[in-house]
């Protein structure tokens, strides 16, 4: 059965503090490792895609990486409207074309 | 603008009635699907659609049935058989099956 843990559960952060959220990740062969962000209330907004290990993706100050095991979500000089949930989620090769959503980090970043 | 819309945004039903969440978006999407949203759990799939007039049961089935008569359409309906239907409902649409999946503001429903 495929699993995704996320961690930290929270994180605050001064803004302007750099840090990184991590996504640790068991399937039967990865066919996509998918990064979201969520806004209390709201629904999930697409941010990355990452299909393979040393694929990178970046927009603004987020850059996703990929490993054979993980993903970190890094963050750079964060500002308040960076605080949200994010989450993670895999889709494997084998089973039903389902995403498997890890439990979320949630981010606050303090003025 | 293209997107998933749904409505409304909250709902509240007695215990025992049968209660239908809508989702239309017009991003031309082939694939559809619902998630429920727990607190400290991650989203679950309920049921998805690859194509009109076809479904597919996700992990949480039971207690849930749906319909895609229309491409832009993927209504739910939460029966009085789900054992805690309390919960916040999320539709989210794809290309196909092989790509992200984008989603919709949610629904939170309350059953007392």
């Known amino acids: 059965e495929d699993q995704v843990t996320q961690s930290p559960e929270a994180l605050r952060l001064q803004e302007g503090e750099s840090s990184s959220l991590n996504c640790s990740y068991t399937v039967s062969g990865l066919r996509g490792l998918f990064w979201y962000r969520q806004d209390p209330g709201k629904g999930p907004e697409f941010l990355f895609t990452l299909y393979s290990a040393g694929e990178e993706k970046e927009k603004e100050r987020l850059k996703a990486t990929l490993t054979k095991k993980e993903s970190f979500l890094h963050i750079t000089a964060p500002k308040p409207e960076d605080s949200a949930t994010y989450l993670c989620?895999?889709?494997?090769?084998?089973?039903?074309?389902?995403?498997?959503f890890g439990t979320g980090t949630r981010l606050t970043i303090i003025p | 603008d293209g997107g998933i819309t749904q409505s409304p945004k909250y709902l509240f039903r007695k215990e025992g009635q049968n209660v239908t969440l809508s989702c239309e978006q017009n991003?031309?999407?082939?694939?559809m699907y619902w998630y429920r949203q727990d607190p400290g759990q991650g989203l679950r799939l309920i049921y998805y659609?690859?194509?009109?007039?076809?479904?597919q049961k996700g992990d949480i089935a039971e207690g849930y049935s749906v319909s895609r008569e229309k491409k832009e359409s993927f209504p739910l309906t939460v029966t009085s058989a789900q054992k805690n239907p309390t919960a916040f409902y999320l539709c989210a649409s794809s290309i196909d099956l092989n790509y992200e999946q984008y989603f919709g503001p949610g629904t939170r429903l309350t059953v007392t």
């Open positions: 989620a895999v889709r494997s090769n084998f089973g039903n074309e389902k995403l498997t």
């Open positions: 991003l031309n999407h082939d694939a």
């Open positions: 659609s690859q194509i009109v007039n076809d479904f």
